[in-house]
């Protein structure tokens, strides 16, 4: 080849390159909630609900936060207020504002916090490649009791990494799964925070709870969601694999586990729809992945905790129906009202509501509760829906971390003295050991 057709091939790699790699870097257009408003509106009958709740079929415009049956929580766009206020008028509804401009908030979110360059701490949210980090710090320096693990790989290729940390052999296992759901970023904040305290406090009823417990903590599941609500849209609920039948990204992890799936309007089939269940129970990788391990490793599993924001709420099986409650409703019940209490004993005075899923909110089917309780034979599974109670919804300030991680340690502690007073901490270790 001569020499000067070499350099022209090159030069033309080199720009080819250099275009993708400029693309690559250009900084990514970040979706804007520039007056977009969130309001409260109480129900009086199912009429005004479903008449408030059609508006969200208009996704550009409308986006649900919370609905209870009595209440719901509802995002809408600066465009879209008249058409709002009509309908409000129409069903005869009052609307009460709690957020004026969704685009502040998200830009005050980490306002408290130290500067970026500051050491991993709970003053700030912090994204996925800093969350790795500490992983690996944490693992570091506590090689005796922790062991990281790799639960798979989601849908763009990322690792979804958990930690274990077990003090001795024979403990009953807790598995904590965290941010399933990529907007809800106080739960990865708490997890994070927990795992901290699990491994460093020196108060002695957190050493006796670290020690006679083996924990599973996986802080992200959804990554690629997670990622995605850092660098581009805040609001991401969803995890981010591309539907075959529309334009629509993303499923609905916690309607994705293969338990009841699409049961009793529990989850959306259309794709463009936040609780969109997916083409087929555990068609997204990251819940396929969460199930092989628990699988695995059920007989090690007595508590199943889904940590999710917001409501303030323990949400126990069953979340297909709300006409059927578990064998073990009565102790699931006094299990969560030990949890509610010690939280509510701390100095905020938190109140956290509890009762099954479909019971106290709505059916929803195919979640991570239900999955580990009827398939798992894990009897002890809650998810819970962390602070506020719409104040600042899913854009809950970084001071509020603290205070939120601690009211899940006293309240997990309860949680599980409570489990075990029950019966429900025996070890379900099997003949062989494993
Ligand atoms: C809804 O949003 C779209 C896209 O932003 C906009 O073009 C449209 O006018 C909005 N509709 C209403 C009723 O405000
Ligand atoms: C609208 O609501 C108000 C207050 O709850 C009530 O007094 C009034 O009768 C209602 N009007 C209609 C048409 O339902
Ligand atoms: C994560 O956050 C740190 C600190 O703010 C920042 O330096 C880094 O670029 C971020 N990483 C990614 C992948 O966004
Ligand atoms: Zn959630």
Redesign the pocket.
Known sequence: MKPYILLAIIIIISLANGASVFKKREPKKKVRYDNYRVFKIKYKSPMQRQSLLDLTKLKQNFSLWHDDGSECNLMVAPSALPLFEERLRLVNATAEMFIANVQDLIDQENEAGTRADATFGWTRYHNLTEIDAWLDTILANHPEVTMGFVLGQSYEGRDIRGLRISYKWGNPGVFIESN??AR?WITSATATWLINELLTSKDESVRELAESHDWYIIPVLNVDGFVYTHETDRLW?KTRQPSLISDCIGVDA?RNFDSHWMENGGASSDPCDETYAGPYPLSEPEIKAMSDFISILKHKMNVMLAF??YSQLLLSPYGHTAEEFPDNYNDLMLVAKAYSDAVNGLPYGTIYKYGSSAGILYPASGATNDWAYNEQDIKISYTI?FRDTGNFGFVLPAAFIKPNAEETLIGIMALLAESKRLGYLEPKYTFDGI
């Open positions: 399933i759901h809800e609920r916690n999710h924001s829906e």
